[in-house]
């Protein structure tokens, strides 16, 4: 199964989603990104504490992925401003994205405008155009509210739900239930990974899907709870928070990591520049990898 003849979605958040598209990105419409729109810290958290919007960043970061750094288009929507005012802190992209949410009907045109604005062939989505945040419940009976107080706990939240409750994007439904490929992460685990899959229609899409599922694990344990969790507890985590398990098989740089559950392809995927990125090559090379093996498998079951 050669990736440039499948239909790929991507769901996460922050940088993980980003590298996945970059890495994806010859696949042009035949790639969908579906990202991660509950983040409260940074430039975005302020913005939306300004006025009750979707968070931005994430979404700037994806689409900025899928066009080449050096152009203009990808250097405006990347920049930061310096010092200590008001605009201090901010990204220029985040602003533009924000200032068109205002002016717009619905955050999704404002996308349309910016993907033609950057030239942008592949479609970039909010998990859902209506503004939600994360909340965690403990067994203490302790909760915490919003990406930033998640991350900071030291201990993995019994659940996590969203706050309203929210719907996806009819766009996200289809997308998924024609996909051949789907990839989880890499990212956040509970911030990034975990938020999409709690938007109920599109844990039902996940569930009910033709294509096959992968999660790419991080090539570096991440500052976060869900470190001290096995890859079968992180995969039973999910399934007692939405129902089912939407994964079939995942992508992992450390070879010790073993699974009861699913089917683990171990790659190196790590790069020389940066060490908790995955190298594009190395990544692209293993899902088409994953995605071979599995063709595999399902002629082996079919016989």
């Not at 003849?5 to 993980?16: D, E, L, S």
């Not at 995942?250 to 559950?261: A, E, F, N, P, R």
């Amino acid at each position: 199964m050669p990736l440039n003849q499948v239909n790929v979605v991507a769901i996460g958040g922050g940088h993980g989603l980003g590298r996945v598209l970059s890495t994806l990105s010859f696949l042009g419409d035949q790639l969908t990104g579906i990202v991660t729109t509950t983040d409260n810290g940074g430039s975005t958290g302020r913005l939306r504490k300004r006025s009750s919007s979707i968070a931005w960043g994430d979404l700037r970061n994806c689409l900025t992925q899928l066009v080449d750094n050096d152009s203009v288009g990808s250097q405006l929507f990347n920049f930061r401003f310096d010092g200590q005012d008001e605009l201090g802190g901010h990204n220029l992209g985040n602003l533009i994205l924000y200032g068109l949410g205002q002016v717009q009907s619905r955050p999704l045109d404002s996308i349309k405008l910016v993907r033609r604005l950057l030239k942008v062939r592949t479609p970039v989505l909010p998990m859902s155009e209506t503004p939600t945040d994360l909340m965690a419940f403990y067994p203490q009976g302790r909760c915490r509210v919003g990406e930033l107080s998640v991350d900071e706990m030291p201990m993995m939240p019994k659940s996590l739900m969203l706050a309203p409750l929210v719907k996806s994007l009819p766009a996200c439904i289809e997308a998924i239930e024609n996909a051949d490929i789907i990839i989880l992460g890499p990212g956040s685990f509970l911030t990034s990974i975990v938020p999409p899959l709690l938007v109920r229609d599109i844990s039902n899409a996940l569930n009910n899907r033709k294509g096959h599922c992968i999660f790419v694990e991080n090539v570096t344990p991440e500052k976060s709870p869900s470190a001290q969790l096995s890859l079968d507890k992180k995969l039973e985590w999910i399934e007692e928070n939405i129902g089912c398990l939407p994964i079939d098989s995942v992508i992992c740089q450390d070879t010790s990591v073993t699974s009861d559950k699913v089917y683990v392809h171990h790659h190196d995927l790590q790069s020389e520049e940066t060490s908790h990125y995955h190298d594009k090559d190395k990544l692209r090379e293993a899902i088409e990898s994953c995605a071979k093996q599995n063709d595999l498998l399902n002629a082996v079951n079919v016989t």
